[in-house]
């Protein structure tokens, strides 16, 4: 074994592996997530981040290595573990001619939570979704926020520890991603949480450490904050001044300390959008006020660029190779 375990450890993944032929899927994954712990799961599209959630959560057998759930393997004990466990894959499975109450009836069913608690249970399940509204309602009728939340509803039936949830934003408009968020950080109150996404500032909002994955392998765990510190190299700026694009550029270069400035293109009539990039730890705000003013050029708009995942993974790939 690779780690003993701890008492706060929830979830163990020791030494996972997961082969499909020749493609190495999964590569050799240790982690584990502590008690009432909101896990961020990171990585781009077909980095293995959901092979590695039906891995844990038992819908897929790993070619080596070992799953624990609250103690229980998931190889010899799968009913335990799966008792432990709340699963929302990316696309939730609903019964779209079921009504919301129905369908969550259904799920105590193939849950096994006790006759005499499933009403209460349900109940439950739709007030902390607030769904409680639409619990007659066919699940083909709803929006996608509500299905959703139908999907989360249903991984929380039976009041497991742990709940792991695959993409749970993915295609909501920007209200329904704010609702889903605090809805997810009320979750983590009483569970234990993975999530997995491959948006940073998806995960940087409610958890609590972060894990990236790229190629089935870690290659960065740590909490949004120092993972955005010690991995970003440059800051970056986004500028919309008033003026001629050629005269923009050249009061944005004479700045000491900025590396690069491009235009991102016309969004207002006589104005123009600048990405300016700066070397690591140089706050430029002011130098670039001092210099545009100088230059009687106005800023209608400046803000820092979010830290983006393909940013991180550019700077991961770049120090390997400088230490190499």
């Given at each position: 074994m690779h780690f003993s375990r701890k008492e706060n450890d929830v979830i163990e993944v020791d030494n996972v592996t997961k082969r499909y032929g020749q493609r190495l899927a999964v590569d050799h994954l240790n982690f584990t997530v502590n008690k009432g712990e909101i896990l961020g799961f990171l990585?781009?599209?077909?980095?293995?981040k959901s092979t590695t959630m039906n891995i844990i959560t038992g819908y897929l057998s790993a070619t080596d290595g070992t799953v624990r759930v609250d103690g229980h393997d998931i190889l010899a004990e799968p009913e335990a573990v799966k008792r432990n466990i709340g699963y929302?894959?990316?696309l939730p499975p609903?019964?779209?001619?079921?009504?919301?109450?129905?369908?969550?009836?259904?799920?105590?069913?193939?849950?096994?939570?006790?006759?005499?608690?499933?009403?209460?249970?349900?109940?439950?399940?739709?007030?902390?979704?607030?769904?409680?509204?639409?619990?007659?309602?066919?699940?083909?009728?709803?929006?996608?926020?509500?299905?959703?939340?139908?999907?989360?509803?249903?991984?929380?039936?039976?009041?497991?520890?742990?709940?792991?949830?695959?993409?749970p934003t993915i295609g909501l408009d920007p209200q329904q991603i704010i609702e889903t968020r605090n809805l997810i950080r009320g979750l983590g109150k009483e569970h234990t949480i993975i999530l997995s996404s491959h948006i940073l500032p998806e995960v940087s909002a409610v958890c609590d450490r972060v894990l990236i994955i790229n190629k089935g392998k870690i290659v960065a765990s740590d909490t949004p904050e120092n993972l955005s510190r010690g991995i970003v190299g440059e800051n970056r700026i986004t500028l919309r001044v008033k003026g001629a694009e050629a005269d923009v550029l050249a009061a944005i270069r004479s700045v000491p300390d900025v590396t690069n400035a491009q235009v991102q293109g016309l969004r207002e009539a006589g104005t123009v959008d600048v990405l300016v990039e700066a070397r690591k730890d140089r706050d430029i705000r002011e130098p670039l006020f001092l210099s545009l003013c100088g230059a009687s050029l106005p800023i209608l708009m400046m803000k820092t660029m979010d830290l983006t995942l393909e940013d991180i993974f550019l700077n991961l790939t770049t120090e390997e190779k400088e230490v190499q």
């Open positions: 990585g781009p599209n077909g980095a293995g929302m894959p990316e609903l019964y779209m001619d079921m009504t919301v109450e129905d369908y969550l009836a259904f799920v105590c069913e193939i849950k096994k939570v006790p006759r005499p608690e499933q009403k209460k249970d349900r109940e439950r399940a739709m007030d902390l979704l607030k769904i409680t509204d639409v619990r007659g309602r066919m699940i083909k009728n709803l929006s996608k926020g509500y299905k959703q939340r139908v999907g989360i509803a249903q991984a929380v039936i039976g009041t497991p520890p742990v709940l792991i949830l695959d993409e």
